[in-house]
């Protein structure tokens, strides 16, 4: 059982009542959370160099910064077309479709292939996923990059696995589950 408490449009407040099985044992838990669409993040894979993974130096309002990041971006321009698509069961055809799109847009690379590498969860009261793709296919556009209205991106650069670890430490990537999936894919490939 599921109730809105609360929806702006983008952001949803829930009670929820689940049951699960705890130890051989069907029990009722009842939480409050929030649930707002998901996001994309793309590890773009230079193709000359394995261990090298596309950054982009992006404007963050959050942070009132500049901050590297995995070109990426959100699913679902509303959370009604989320719950739709929820309804449908058709989540992770958007999200497939909005790897290219995103891809596209911010870094102005057409992908060729794409795999789905983890789908991040935010936590107990949050439903926020974000869907970590490898693409190591990809060409370049002849239009470039076609950025958003007040989305600020200066650039993108690949960088070593070492160079990576070091933004990670010296909190140039600031994006937390970005940095733990960053650096869990490095430790794999190493």
Known sequence: ???????????????????HIIN??????KRQMVRRPPGIRALIINKEDKKKILLSK??????????????????????????????KGDVQEHVDKTVKKEVLEEIGLIVKSQKL??????????????????IDDYEISDTGSQLEENEFVDGYVFKSYDEIINMCKNHEINEDRTVGVLLSYILDCN
């Open 1 to 19: 059982m599921e109730k809105a408490i609360f929806n702006n449009g983008f952001f949803e407040f829930l009670e929820t009542e689940e049951e």
């Open 117 to 134: 590498l983890k789908i991040s969860h935010a936590g107990a009261g949050v439903i926020w996923d974000l869907f970590y793709y490898v």
């Open 58 to 87: 992006e404007f963050r309002y959050e942070l009132d910064k500049w901050d590297y990041r995995l070109p990426g971006g959100k699913v679902f321009d509303s959370l009604d077309d989320y719950k739709a698509s929820i309804t």
């Open 24 to 29: 051989n044992n069907k029990t009722t838990i």
